[in-house]
């Protein structure tokens, strides 16, 4: 069965913190040291400090300064209810009954909340707006890609691989001498293209992969639009693009990429608004050994996790189908 979609930065975007409180009937026992700041005692963990536990109304936040920790309006119900950050988004949906669609944004809401004034979601935001607004002119060269070309055969990738990720040997303008990559956003609009040097020749001077000036990769999962279709399995989150290709034909049309070793807080919000599980199967040298143990320190709390490590050396897109199978069985 599919999961239910939730947006999970609009649904803390949505939710007001004092309504929570209100409704775990722990409002009346917070007082308000100054306008928009609570105080009182921990509901979490019953401390009888009177002051351990702060609420911030209008980032919409608390800390407790005791044992605690802090978080969002998920975070406060995942420690109430001792459940998946999944599970807490569930029952915040079903108490305000807010029901999102995957173009993003509410589809309906009986009972929409005003919304807090801070800055808790901006980067979330600003993330969509940067990737849907960054759409570059397409230039004709692109529509007139060769997908016959030799590279694209080199690196074992299928036909119907090429012609579904709408992947090709670029002859003209700024991606000539490129293999372009189209790049879309999580409700699948194209945005961009990626184009990796094969011709040096031909190709400028500007690095292994070039992006359209002003795209900024951090707010975007390579291939998400695809894999939300099959985010009932978890999401399988690997470096490049030629990884999710591999892992693509390998039998796993869950996998995103991260154009890169690093996770963004864009990102991440666009992992947990699809699901509450993740494998990270990250390239096995030092960089990505050493993005295998941040990731598992920030997500190990709000989802199911599991790391596959690759041997020194090791790649996703440097795996036989075989292998990658054993791996992730």
């Known amino acids: 069965m599919a999961t239910r979609w939730?947006?999970?930065?609009?649904?803390?975007?949505?939710?007001?913190?004092?309504?929570?409180?209100?409704?775990?009937?722990?409002?009346?026992g917070l007082r308000e040291k100054k306008p928009g700041k609570l105080v009182g005692a921990?509901?979490?963990?019953?401390?009888?400090?009177?002051?351990?536990f702060n609420?911030?109304?209008?980032?919409?936040?608390?800390?407790?300064?005791?044992?605690?920790g802090g978080g969002n309006v998920l975070d406060l119900v995942m420690k109430l209810e001792d459940c998946s950050i999944r599970e807490a988004g569930e029952k915040l949906s079903d108490w305000f009954e807010l029901h999102f669609d995957r173009r993003g944004g509410i589809a309906k809401s009986a009972k929409r909340r005003p919304k807090p004034q801070g800055?808790?979601?901006?980067?979330?935001?600003?993330?969509?707006?940067?990737?849907?607004?960054?759409?570059?002119?397409?230039?004709?060269?692109?529509?007139?890609?060769?997908?016959?070309?030799?590279?694209?055969?080199?690196r074992g990738l299928t036909v119907?691989?090429?012609?579904?990720?709408?992947?090709?040997?670029?002859?003209?303008?700024?991606?000539?001498?490129?293999?372009?990559?189209p790049i879309h956003n999580e409700v699948g609009e194209l945005v961009a293209y990626a184009g990796r040097a094969v011709d040096r020749e031909l190709a400028d001077t500007k690095g292994k992969y070039r992006l359209p000036d002003g795209f900024?990769?951090?707010?975007?999962?390579?291939?998400?639009?695809?894999?939300?279709?099959?985010?009932?399995?978890?999401?399988?989150?690997?470096?490049?693009?030629?990884?999710c290709f591999k892992l693509?034909?390998?039998?796993?049309?869950?996998?995103?990429?991260?154009?890169?070793?690093?996770?963004?807080?864009?990102?991440?919000?666009?992992i947990l608004s699809q699901c509450d599980r993740i494998v990270l199967m990250l390239d096995g040298d030092d960089a990505g050994t050493k993005c295998l143990r941040e990731f598992y320190g920030r997500l190990r709390?709000?989802?199911?996790?599991?790391?596959?490590?690759?041997?020194?050396?090791?790649?996703p897109d440097s795996l036989t189908d075989d292998r990658i199978r054993e791996l992730l069985s």
């Open 160 to 181: 119907p691989t090429i012609k579904e990720f709408g992947i090709g040997y670029c002859t003209r303008g700024l991606m000539r001498g490129r293999i372009a990559i």
């Open 248 to 270: 693509q034909q390998a039998g796993y049309p869950n996998a995103v990429a991260l154009m890169g070793s690093t996770l963004s807080e864009p990102q991440e919000q666009l």
């Open 55 to 68: 609420v911030d109304t209008a980032k919409n936040v608390f800390h407790c300064f005791s044992e605690c």
């Open 42 to 52: 921990c509901p979490i963990h019953g401390g009888k400090n009177g002051t351990s």
């Open 119 to 154: 800055n808790t979601t901006a980067s979330h935001n600003s993330g969509r707006g940067n990737a849907s607004s960054v759409n570059p002119p397409l230039e004709r060269s692109l529509k007139n890609l060769n997908q016959d070309h030799p590279y694209l055969v080199e």
């Open 6 to 28: 939730i947006d999970f930065a609009e649904l803390k975007h949505q939710v007001s913190i004092r309504d929570i409180l209100e409704r775990y009937g722990f409002l009346d």
């Open 301 to 315: 709390r709000r989802l199911y996790l599991r790391e596959i490590h690759l041997e020194a050396g090791e790649q």
């Open 216 to 243: 900024k990769k951090s707010f975007v999962l390579f291939n998400l639009h695809r894999a939300a279709e099959h985010a009932d399995r978890g999401l399988i989150v690997v470096e490049g693009f030629f990884d």
